[in-house]
């Protein structure tokens, strides 16, 4: 026993500080976590502060030292176990622990295993703190006088500790606006939160899409089944399994508008090779086709277009049910014999998709390690489209066929830097650096779907493969008008901004002849359906919200994820009823039918989310089934 008494906070405070250290040097010893600025590394090592201060400092409600002491033990070696549990994760699957990661039951199998695999002696280390914790309660002597604290002294203990976590939140939201709104990547979570926080901010989105699921009946899906039925249409009877058997490519052009396309920018031509596309006779093209993503964006759009079902209002369905049953189309693909894959250059669990893309039935993802980045390869978000598309050909030459191929584009991402050699046109000349750049890096997307297209005819792939490309969303946000309205030469108002929201899509069929621009309008709801349809693969019993495009019975009406809506005759933003077309105000009246049935798709879709509905459908035959 240490002769000197020692101030009553002090095995507090030091098994803070030990577990707060200890963490940091995890972090950084244990897991590969990218730091990009010092105010990064700043949130990294602040991160882990808040959670324990308000955790050990429950001890302080408690009347004795022994009993302080005993839960500081517990508590340091719960903390201890998280992050160790993590560390051995991370070993095998180089990902954080989420929960449904260990709910999933075909998961244990392979946890079991590499877990014991992977446990070292070394690994005491991992425990630290809770040994010098010990070690304190052993021979740190408190002066027994004053252990237990006083009400005031816990206030402004507790107020201290809010006012950490405030500053880590604050700090987090300059680095990373909307990180818990949209969550993005796990990475990026523990990075910002610290791992303690992480957990809990998981553990909260989880349990809240467990308890929706929970309460959810198969009776609920009757009125849904009802809505879908009632609407539903015939394939095209012209171009249904006009693509039958052939390979599928989808490429995902991030952040694609469909405003540069046949469009100039100071004289210079932005998309030469997508120009000459919309005239090719293979190619039918949409100009009138929207986005309908929300927070969740190029995730929004890849569950748009394997479900043909509206994303979430709030947060990232990949991030919010990836535990789901769903009835994709990479699934319909599959049982039809297909190799399904993705490609993207990008860490796994950005998206959580490593985790969702097995709820969607997809065979192989072919994420940031599969793909080889030599020098001079990377730019802004990683690896270069032009070298991404050539590997993502070679990956496809070794695919069993027919296969599904997903490409997912990286280097039209803000905000749209490039090495000076990939610059083919100048920049545009606005206030908006963001849209002056957008211009270039628009370029540079064409140049690569240009050498996609001769990968694939190089390496014997393109005549026997449909190639689909569509734009996931948005390049340049609401934030930039001023500069677009000086581009487009007209004020952006409302129905401006919505025609804004216009994406390319392409559907290109080598030696169909069926080329042509498709004024239909429409949205990435309808891909399934229309892409389905086109591989001669019927969906009249699926559960789906989009239509064939090609259907000669088809009703134009596209519906954005916040409500906003466009039909062949009206265009329906901010409540303000516009004419499609005029761009003139009309009366509200006119639009209500639609602001209707809008409203009521979209809270259809979101119940089918919600309450995980699609569990109690028979996929097969299109019947309801009883429940669990
Ligand atoms: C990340 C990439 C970009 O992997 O798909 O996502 P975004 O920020 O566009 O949603
Ligand atoms: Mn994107």
């Known amino acids: 026993m240490l002769k000197k008494e020692w101030p009553k906070y002090s095995i507090l405070a030091l098994a803070i500080v030990a577990t707060w250290l200890k963490t940091y040097t995890v972090y950084k010893t244990s897991f590969s976590i990218t730091i990009d600025n010092p ?5 990294l090592f602040l991160s882990p502060l808040s959670l324990l201060l308000f955790f050990y400092g429950l001890s302080l409600f408690l009347k004795s030292v022994k009993n302080q002491n ?18 051995v994760f991370y070993r095998f699957f180089t990902d954080f622990i989420t929960l449904p990661v260990l709910f999933q039951t075909d998961n244990f199998g392979d946890l079991g295993a590499s877990t014991a695999a992977s446990i070292y002696i070394t690994d005491v280390f991992y425990f630290i703190d809770v040994i010098v914790l010990l070690l304190a309660i052993k021979f740190i002597r408190i ?58 901010y998981d553990l909260f989105i989880q349990s809240r899409s467990q308890v929706q699921r929970t ?58 090779f997508l ?97 080889t980045v030599e020098k001079g390869q990377a730019v802004n978000w990683g690896l270069k489209d032009i070298p991404f598309f050539e590997q993502s050909v070679a990956n496809m030459t070794e695919m069993q066929e027919p296969f599904y191929s997903r490409l997912i584009t990286l280097t039209n991402h803000y905000p749209f830097t490039l090495d000076e050699e990939d610059k083919m046109i100048d920049a545009f000349d606005s206030n908006s650096g963001t849209l002056n750049r957008y211009f270039q890096t628009v370029r540079y997307l064409d140049e690569a779907v240009k050498s996609l297209f001769e990968e694939l005819k190089e390496n014997g792939l393109y005549e026997n493969s449909v190639i689909v490309m569509y734009g996931d969303h948005y390049g340049i946000s609401e934030n930039h008008n001023e500069a677009m309205a000086q581009y487009m030469g007209k004020e952006i108002t409302p129905y401006e901004s919505a025609k804004l929201q216009r994406v390319p899509f392409f559907v290109h069929i080598p030696g169909s002849g069926k080329g042509g621009i498709n004024e239909e309008i429409g949205g990435q709801i309808d891909m399934r359906p229309t892409i389905l349809s086109l591989m001669g693969i019927d969906t009249s019993t699926d559960l789906q919200f989009g239509d064939d495009l ?79």
């Open 70 to 87: 005993r839960y500081l033990f517990i508590a340091s070696l719960l903390t201890s176990g998280i992050l160790y549990g993590n560390v």
């Open 39 to 43: 105010l990064q590394e700043l949130i």
């Open 215 to 272: 309460f959810a009946e198969s009776s609920d899906l009757v009125e849904v089944n009802n809505y879908i039925r009632s609407n539903q249409i015939a394939p095209s009877a012209e171009m249904s399994g006009i693509a039958e058997g052939k390979n599928l490519i989808i490429v995902a052009l991030e952040s694609m508008q469909s405003f540069p396309i046949n469009n100039e920018m100071n004289g210079q031509t932005i998309t030469p």
């Open 143 to 200: 002066k027994t006088r004053e252990t237990i604290s006083s009400a005031v002294q816990r206030k402004v203990y507790f107020i201290l500790s809010a006012a950490v976590l405030f500053l880590n939140l604050g700090l987090a939201e300059t680095e990373r606006p909307q990180l818990l709104t949209r969550s993005f990547d796990r990475e990026m979570l523990v990075k910002n939160l610290g791992m303690y926080n992480y957990h809990l």
């Open 275 to 371: 120009n000459e596309l919309t005239e090719d006779e293979d190619t039918i093209y949409f100009p009138n086709f929207y986005h309908q993503t929300g927070l969740g964006k190029t995730s929004d759009s890849e569950f748009l277009l394997e479900t043909s079902l509206y994303p979430r209002s709030g947060g990232a369905v990949f991030f919010t049910h990836s535990g789901n049953t769903f009835n994709s189309m990479a699934e319909k693909l599959g049982s039809k014999g297909y190799s399904t894959s993705v490609q993207h250059a990008n860490t796994k669990s950005f998206w959580n998709r490593d985790m969702m893309y097995d709820s969607l039935s997809i065979d192989e993802f072919l994420d940031l390690d599969s793909f």
């Open 550 to 628: 090609f259907s000669e019975e088809r009703e134009e009406f596209v519906i954005f994820r916040d409500g906003r809506f466009v039909t062949d005759q009206y265009v329906f933003a901010e409540n303000i009823c516009y004419e499609n077309g005029t761009a003139e105000e009309v009366d509200k009246q006119l639009c209500a039918p639609y602001i209707e049935q809008a409203l009521t798709e979209l809270q259809y879709s979101e119940s089918i989310i919600a309450g995980d509905l699609l569990r109690f459908y028979d996929k097969e035959n299109g019947e309801l089934l009883p429940g669990d």
